[in-house]
């Protein structure tokens, strides 16, 4: 009891007894989450405003007579001619370590009935992206842990790469498989106290999705114990455009943080398409004017100053990175749309999931010729590098052939070949969702692919048969996999380790 | 109907036709322009009263401070109050002075947008504030 009173004593102790001084306004308008309000001639664009109640809102409009602010709670307490505040602060959010394994919401209060967080910190949402000279090149892997992107469209640390498909093409498990993948290797690199270990903290804004979608994440992340490494942003469907506008830069923000710090961090934006339809509904309702698909003229920059904010930092300024992978959803595969190309031409490649892959059983369904990583080559690892160099080309052309080989009778045998070897790469890139494979292993299977050891398996049998290897791999071979860990190379001494590893693998498979 | 630019325009010039050269509003002078507008009547006459009625009253609230007061002693502060506030403005103050038993002590004014407050009910909303 006495603690509880010393708190307050001390509380009121450090209370200001100084006048304040505040410039005030009045609500003259008030609709779907958004007051116009008059007076308020000293806010500052962005600046925090203060309605009754303890309302938070945003000055986003400075007319002449009056100031259009959005609305960041329950607004049906308030009403025309209410009060308003200017606050003299931009809105910020708390950062930290302290948000690791929570779920907060667009302005970073928790919403997982974990308690309050324990943080000191805070950034402002909005910041200017790192310049030219803080920066530098991509030069360091980041594994998904899913073969057909780690091989074929490599992410590097800093790197932004978009993840752009159709509903329900496996948009959302890719950047969770990544995450998960994460954790994976944070505990392994933790338990193996290696002090140059650089461990990628996970930021996850789920942007206009059901509850029950974050749930099931949520609870994905969290059966695969990968929560500890993982702050959520979550701005619902439910919640209000303002907090969907506003929640992919608080987690900007918080991943922020962790790059300034020089750490590794790794943010998901799931996804801008609704980002852009939110922010569309605020510049509607306050009367911007509009321009294509009734999107505003800003629409682009909305984007572009969140994503640019994502960068490699050089060692003079601490050596962190933040990694984005932004979530588009198109319509009917239509790359062509507006904010699909807007997004694609700010970030450094893009991951296409094709529906009709995705219907054959093809997962991940990643499109070979409409995915590109344009800077995570240079960080992929020597070993893997040597491996899966020509795996794209192969199976680029193995697409092309089974398409015009479906009105050939008689094929040449090259032919025959090559599309014998794409159909088993095909198969050897099916994986499960939320079952990420080390690189040291992806490496070792498609190794064993290159040097021919798939090739008298009978094609249906392959996803089984690399399933069969992976887990040899982990098991018994241990040694070929270990040595590429640990030297990220494949020296002709590991190869021959690996030869006999998959010589007496390929004696018990059956 | 909304405003258009125009009639804003318009009525943000009627404002400046009010004014004295001190900054304050001639009641002459709004007289003239009234009469003025009943004669000429341009279109939508009714949205530019409105939004001239309004301008003038937005013009009146920077020099007409506002001082509510709470406690017993807050009365005999008004004068000092606009001594102050005249010290710091250009042109000259009007007060309104208002007992608003709600600050419980202290005291609130109000001139234009600005509101300076040093009363215990903004004190006690402060502390609210932080334990929240």
Redesign the interface.
Known sequence: MSSITDLIRKEIENLSTDATRTNVGTITTLADGVAKVEGLSKVMFNEMVEFPNNILGIALNLEEDSVGCVLLGDTSSLKEGDEVRTTGKLLSVPVGKALLGRVVDAVGRPIDGKGTIDSDQSFPVERIAPGIIPRKSVDQPLQTGIMAVDSMVPIGRGQRELIIGDRSTGKTTIAIDTIINQAKINKQGEKSGDPDFRPVYCIYVALGQKNSNVARTIKALEEKGAMEYVTIVSAPAADNPANQYLAPYSGCAMGEWFMENGMDALIVYDDLSKHAVAYRQISLILKRPSGREAYPGDVFYLHSRLLERSARLNENSGNGSLTALPIIETQMGDVSGYIPTNVISITDGQIFLETDLFNKGIKPAVSVGLSVSRVGSAAQIKAYKKVAGKVKLELAQFRELAAFSQFESDLDASTKARLDRGARIVEMFKQGAYNPVPVEVQTAVMWGMQNDFFDSIAVDDITRSVESLKEYLSTQGKEPCEEIYNSGKLEESTEQQLRSALEDWKRTFS | MPATIKQ?RLAKSLLQLSLSDEGRIKRNSVEEILESLRVSRPTGLVTILRLFLHQIRRHEYTYHARVEYGGKEGEKLSEKILEKLNQNSSKALDLTVIDNPKLIAGCKI?L???????SIS??LN??Q????
């Open positions: 804003r109000r234009g947008d600005d509101v300076y407050e040093n903004d004190r402060k502390l504030k932080t334990f929240l």
